[in-house]
């Protein structure tokens, strides 16, 4: 599995953009970039997904790198909801499997 | 639609105690898998299933058993419980084949050997 690093905590004010950095640098090339983001006693929940090109859907923005060294989980305005911990897990083939690391505590300030 | 359904929440066992955790999901998803959270630390697989009557080990599966009889239900079981073995316990589930779908989680077991 590729070796991911994220930041320990990042912090935010409400209805302000965040940016979300994950480095990557031992990605395979068949490997996908997850986003998952766990919200305080619940389970994870799937956030976004990518290969290669940008990738967006109603909950975010995924900016991949042009050699997936690196990717950024981009939140268009943060919201009270949005503190969690984020996790960035590189996996690819059918049979994926998600490899959780410590992942970003993100802290929103009203 | 309930998704992936965990029991029970909550549970103290004494050492040496067994239990099994249920999950439940009603998607249909041929793949379930079993994750224990410690405090402070990213989601570890234990084991997983990629269909009725077939499982396989994860990172860390020992001190646990599991059984997928119905493709809606995954089991893991304590034979004899340790406090090592005092954390928060996830289930999930997803279709198979395709990156194109996440994993859906449960909210969670949370577990206490005493």
């Known amino acids: 599995d590729a070796k991911t690093t994220q930041p320990n905590s990042m912090e935010s004010n409400e209805e302000e953009p965040v940016h979300l950095p994950c480095n990557h640098s031992?990605?395979?090339?068949?490997?996908?970039i997850h986003w998952y983001r766990q919200l305080p006693s619940q389970g994870p929940e799937y956030v976004i997904h990518?290969?290669?090109s940008n990738v967006n859907n109603r909950m975010a923005s995924l900016a991949i790198a042009e050699d997936r060294k690196s990717s950024t989980l981009i939140l268009h305005r943060a919201t009270l909801r949005d503190a969690a911990v984020y996790y960035c897990?590189?996996?690819?083939?059918?049979?994926?499997?998600?490899?959780f690391g410590k992942g970003t505590l993100l802290t929103v300030n009203p | 639609n309930a998704g992936v359904t965990q029991t029970p929440k909550f549970r103290v066992l004494k050492t040496g105690q067994s239990m099994t955790l249920l999950c439940a999901q009603d998607?249909?998803?041929?793949?379930m898998y079993w994750y224990r959270q410690d405090p402070g630390m990213g989601l570890r697989l234990i084991h997983y299933?990629?269909?009725?009557?077939?499982?396989a080990k994860g990172e860390v599966p020992d001190g646990y058993n599991v059984s997928r009889l119905k493709k809606q239900n995954f089991l893991l079981g304590l034979e004899s419980a340790a406090p090592s073995q005092t954390s928060v316990y996830f289930c999930?589930?997803?279709?198979?084949?395709?990156?194109?779908?996440?994993?859906?989680f449960g909210s969670g077991t949370r577990l206490t050997v005493v």
């Open positions: 897990i590189p996996s690819g083939g059918s049979n994926y499997k998600l490899t």
């Open positions: 999930a589930s997803r279709i198979p084949g395709t990156v194109n779908y996440g994993y859906t």
């Open positions: 998607m249909n998803h041929e793949y």
């Open positions: 299933s990629v269909g009725e009557g077939t499982t």
């Open positions: 031992t990605i395979s090339g068949t490997d996908y």
């Open positions: 990518g290969l290669t």
